[in-house]
């Protein structure tokens, strides 16, 4: 069993950044693909960032070059680094933690980008 937390997320001016953090409990954590999703109102679930338990990282095409996903397997926790943030960038953002045998999701943080 997994469980994991979001936070950081806020309100933020166009151009801004701003850091989420993912704490995960349960044990594992190191051999687990974890990442960040995001839903904005009537849209689909995206994928904005994943990085695998060896460290390879990949990006939704929307995101890539602005944002960097890392882990801290020490302290159990997975980072969104978000810059040059967009009004579109608007929207609750899920940390996720896939096991290979079941996916967890954290309660979401939510992410406004507006002046």
């Known amino acids: 069993q997994v469980q994991l937390v979001e936070s950081g997320g806020g309100l933020v001016q166009p151009g801004g950044s701003l850091t989420l953090s993912c704490a995960a409990s349960g044990s594992g954590f190191s051999r687990n693909a974890v990442g960040w999703r995001r839903q904005a109102p009537g849209k689909q679930r995206e994928l904005v960032a994943a990085?695998?338990?060896?460290?390879?990282?990949s990006y939704g095409k929307a995101v890539k070059g602005r944002f960097a996903v890392s882990r801290e397997n020490a302290k159990s926790t997975v980072y969104l680094q978000m810059n040059s943030l967009k009004p579109e960038d608007t929207a609750v953002y899920y940390c996720?933690?896939?096991?290979?045998?079941?996916?967890?999701w954290g309660q979401g943080t939510q992410v406004t980008v507006s002046s």
């Open positions: 996720y933690a896939d096991t290979n045998t079941s996916l967890y």
């Open positions: 990085i695998t338990s060896g460290g390879v990282m």
